[in-house]
């Protein structure tokens, strides 16, 4: 049995969850909506305010389906009542990011500023010149964009320059010495 996938997901209060037909689920609570549509061999129940997944053998794809749909609801449920945040840092001298709009842009290094629309869904905050924090209900969109933005300029092991996770540690290594 999957350790992750026998665990029941406790409903807050607020929160409406229906299951319809072929495992379309729907999950409305303060922070917004969420629809998916999951596999179809996998069986969830609503039992009071909890919801069960249970798989219908032990086969090799439903054991691995079983803790990845609980999973998946339960971050559902997590987005609408609580929300997700990925917060990221620029470092490096001259390096910078603002908002403009619905456009986050960055000057970090390149011979132009690069501008990025922001994602539907996603909202993007920054807070001084160096914290960009990127916010919304589904887990999988804002690490999606967090991780783009990071990818413009990725930290580098020497200065570390560029832009990080703010929980992110880069390993620094030690440059050239001359004679």
């Not at 029941?8 to 922070?31: A, D, F, R, S």
């Not at 449920?77 to 990221?88: R, W």
């Not at 920054?126 to 914290?131: D, M």
């Amino acid at each position: 049995m999957s350790r992750i996938g026998k665990l029941p997901i406790e409903i807050p209060g607020g929160v409406e969850v229906t299951i319809g037909q072929e495992n379309h689920i729907t999950v409305k609570g303060p922070l917004g909506k969420m629809e998916r549509r999951m596999h179809k061999d996998i069986i969830i129940t609503k039992e009071d305010s909890k919801i069960i997944v249970n798989r219908p053998s032990d086969n090799k794809f439903h054991k691995s389906l079983h803790g990845l749909t609980r999973s998946l609801i339960a971050n559902m449920v997590e987005g609408v009542t609580k929300g997700y945040q990925k917060t990221l840092e620029i470092n490096g001298v001259g390096y910078r990011a603002q908002k403009q709009g619905k456009k986050l842009v960055l000057n970090v290094g390149y011979s132009h500023p690069v501008e990025m629309a922001d994602p539907e869904g996603i909202t993007v905050e920054v807070e001084g010149t160096n914290k960009v924090m990127v916010k919304g209900i589904d887990k999988q969109k804002v690490g999606n964009y967090a991780a783009i933005i990071r990818s413009v300029r990725e930290p580098e092991p020497y200065k570390g320059k560029g832009i990080k996770y703010s929980d992110e540690h880069i390993r620094r290594k030690v440059g050239k010495t001359g004679k």
